[in-house]
């Protein structure tokens, strides 16, 4: 499985970007995709994760701001990041977990400032 991100680069605080990210390879029903980030200095975080035909996980930090959705039949996730904020500056890891195992994004910059 290889997960390709694309998206982020330099927002304005308030402003919006948007991430995308597709999943190649064996991809299995019941799988979970999302995103997390790590700031510099920090743990990685889980921002939002979306299981196939339920609902998603958001983090308290972003709910309301950020919004993950999924196509299932082309199997790609993307983050809707609105009302940035400068404290959402961090590298965004796509995640995908399924059958007991989890891969990861090469990871995509996101910064925040004016």
């Known amino acids: 499985v290889q997960l390709q991100a694309s998206g982020g680069g330099l927002g304005q605080p308030g402003g919006s970007l948007r991430l995308s990210c597709a999943a190649l390879?064996?991809?299995?029903?019941?799988?979970?995709m999302g995103w997390y980030r790590q700031a510099p200095g920090k743990q990685r975080e889980l921002v939002a994760t979306?299981?196939?035909?339920?609902?998603?996980n958001i983090a308290e930090s972003v709910r309301g701001r950020f919004t993950v959705s999924r196509d299932n039949t082309k199997n790609t996730v993307d983050l809707q990041m609105n009302s940035l904020k400068p404290e959402d500056t961090a590298v965004y890891f796509c995640?995908?977990?399924?059958?007991?195992?989890?891969?990861w994004g090469q990871g995509t910059q996101v910064t925040v400032s004016s």
């Open positions: 390879g064996n991809i299995f029903a019941g799988n979970v």
């Open positions: 979306i299981i196939r035909g339920a609902n998603a």
């Open positions: 995640y995908l977990s399924q059958r007991g195992l989890q891969w």
